[in-house]
């Protein structure tokens, strides 16, 4: 890799971070030791390398419940939609149109202009063989990257952190939100999830026991000397003799592991404060949850965090009732937190550097039920936000005729592990068939 | 055959490691009663739980109530679609209080139940199994999967995967109650191959088809909530599981997986694994297997086996298991002698810290280890620990509240935290006037409580130098000590 440093111990690793940019602090003989044998694993493989100031974004932004892709990317023309919608089918003139078939769903007047801009493209017909129509089970699906008959025990973000971040900072993984995705999962576990950076901090009840703390959490001090260990009492401590040269991170004590731990989170939590009070936001954003998580992430990436994936979520697309009223509102806050966020990195001078995925679990039947909502479907459509996608419309939209769907739903043109495939590859730079178990071919849309 | 622990080994570090994985730990009476009864009597006591009664009540909804199915199925049938949708709705805030009463109702067991073990082996089983109720959604069908896992948690290991594969629970999680024998399903019998009994590459696709046809017919009778074997929908056919032919049915299917080696060694590694905190090696689980079939798949004599052997006290077994969040908790309440927090707390903290409980990430269940802790997870303990000793709600809300004190929905608000105000840690019943007005002792018997060792000379300066910076030693000064030492990755293992 071009820009590729190596690292040569913590002490250099936390001075090239923007985390370790206000440590003045000497690192223990104990962190360099672990950190050198870090290192010469992180040489085997292809790690990347985080600078914080030029190294590609991807934000994955998940709908979660089952987004009707029907009704976003809406078929207008097609009289088979007309029919099996009697009540939701939107019409010609409420519909942004794209081309003469297709148009968005007029809530969504901001992706329009993005489309407009060449700065969106709309993966249609997205799916995976077999589609699973549990949330849960579908929703981890997409997660793990996995066939949907095989379970996969990590997340694909996860496994590109294991693939291609050996040795990363803590932060090249974030999540906004109270728990780690499943996307996550990973044989050495990255990444940190917050969703209010005031609160992802130790909270004292006084300097004196902020003080304790931060000492009680210093690494060099929680390795105990040898002599210590005497005694008929078994010792706590983690002993550094425990960690044979080689071994990763989660080698040795158990308690070795958290130590290093704890000094990320008592690092990452000063800088992540540190950047949210510090950094302004250059556009307005809706006061909705997906907003407000976006306006988080505009701030750190203009703060230098040295993340490569960002994770945000909004929810309420289990539109089984009264669906006309609620996808509305949630299409709109979508597109328009969207286009905030454009903006926003746009006046940072960022967007080169930023690339945003949307996906959900799964889209909905074609034919709506009895209560004004959609059921549990299959093939969906994604978006992909960037200056350097390629805008438009990609992929085939999926037919609609009685005799071309499955149980009542359309089937997918575009296997979602292609789109992954695709910002792996040519937006993270790094190659997919490790972390997606086999070669897809990425979409050409980066 | 494990090597025992020589007698002359056992001592209060030894009954408290014991007790901490045999149970959730505990004050040091409890570790002393334990280190009094020697090695074998320290484990007959936690493992011959049946001795001990457990006068502990079911729910009152914990029962089939198919005038309520009824009731509900009548109710949908005739209903316009918004009666529909407020009866819907209705049933799902009864099933979310149910559930809420269910986690605490567990938790109190682990917490202050007289069979610790029993319940640490439901806690095992319920990870093993992992069955959300995310897809089962009747409180009912999770607390029954709990009630067996209690019933069978150290019975035969072919006794208690058949009785799970009957149970409703896992009929609805892994579908088996919708297979039939013109398409079978074949979700269940994959996942006992694949994560139950076998693991993978112990077994061939073909087994898995052939398998699911066995399986046919375990059905569940939705009105009375039970198991229901439905001969119509049976294969009955001739089938060929692992190389041996023959009109197989469900039971005939798991006990050939249960006949194979295999069978035990996957088992014995992942309770090595939930005990011990790590997995055991090739050679150490060639043993615990062959421990296992000669005590013809009883878990009760393995466990006798695996407590009492030199192995289970080794040097980088003892306090190197990060503990889950579950342990954490329950462990925290028993040696801290304080109250467990109400549901809606622990769960909240729980669901925070990554162990939903009755709700699994997914069907591998939690990883667990080294997994429990990220930089998130970590600061949510150190700040729990807050909570729990000083018996306020945890901070995210208490802050919020501090904001606002006047402001809309204030007092409202402040109302409900009343309700969730906890009893925190009482000094005066964990520490006797003597320690309580020297520094040096309270550190001494908090640190002996809390890790049961010591920790490293510079945090104990630490510590001290925190209560010397006082100018007069409070109570609450003491309570912050305590969640001073549990704000220590010392203290996130065990």
Known sequence: MKNEITLQTRREFLRRTVLGSSLAWTVPAFLSNTFSALQSEAADSATQTITGKDATILVVLQMAGGNDGINTVVPYANDFYHKARPTLGLKAENILKLNDEVGLHGAMGSFKKLYDAGQLSVVQGVGYPNPNRSHFRSTEIWQTASDSDRIEKNGWIGRYFDAACAGADPAVGVTIGNQLPEAFFAAKPKGICFSNPQNYRFMANGAATEASYKKLNDLEMSAPLPDESAGDMVNSGGSIAMLPAGMPMTGGRAVDFISRTALDAQHSSDEIRGIASRV???????GSQLGNSLRLVAKLI????PTRIYYVSQGGYDTHTNQLNSQQRLLGDLA?????????????????????????EFGRRVSENANGGTDHGAAAPMFIVGNKVKAGLLGQYPSLAPQDLFQGDIKYNVDFRCAYAAVLENWLKTKSAPILGRQFAPLPVV | MLKPLSTDRWNYAMAA??????????PPAEILQLANLGPDGAISFLLDYEKISDPTPDPDWAKPDPDEIIKYREGIKNATPEEKRKLQQEQQQLFQRRMMELRGWWLQRMTFGPRPLQEKMVLFWHGHFATSVEKVRNPYFM???????????????QTLLTATGKDPAMLIWLDQAQSRKAHPNENYAREVMELFALGEGHYTEHDITEAARALTGWSMEFQTQEYLYRPFIHDQGQKTIFGKTGNFDGDDFIALVVEQPQAARFITAKLWNFFAGQMPSEKLNDQLAASLRAQQNNFKPFLRELFRSEEFYADDIVRNQVKSPVQWLVGSVRVLECQLPPPLISWGMLRQLGQDLFAPPNVKGWDGGVTWITTNTLLTRYNDAQSLVEGTVPPLKAEDLAKKPGGPGGQKLEKVLQRMRMGGVNVEKILTPDERSDKNLIVAALEHRLFQTVLNSDQQQTLRDFLDSKTKMSDADIVTTIRLMMSTPEYQVT
């Open chain 2, 17 to 26: 490691h014991l007790l901490n994985r045999a149970g959730f730990g505990g």
């Open chain 2, 143 to 157: 607390w029954r999967q709990n009630d067996l896992f209690r019933r069978f948690a150290t019975d035969n290991w």
């Open chain 1, 336 to 360: 328009d937190s969207v286009k905030s966020f454009v903006d926003d990195m746009e006046a940072q001078g960022n967007m080169q550097r930023v690339l945003v995925m949307t996906f959900s």
């Open chain 1, 280 to 286: 302004q936001n250059q556009a307005q954003y809706p």
């Open chain 1, 302 to 305: 203009g703060g230098g965090l």
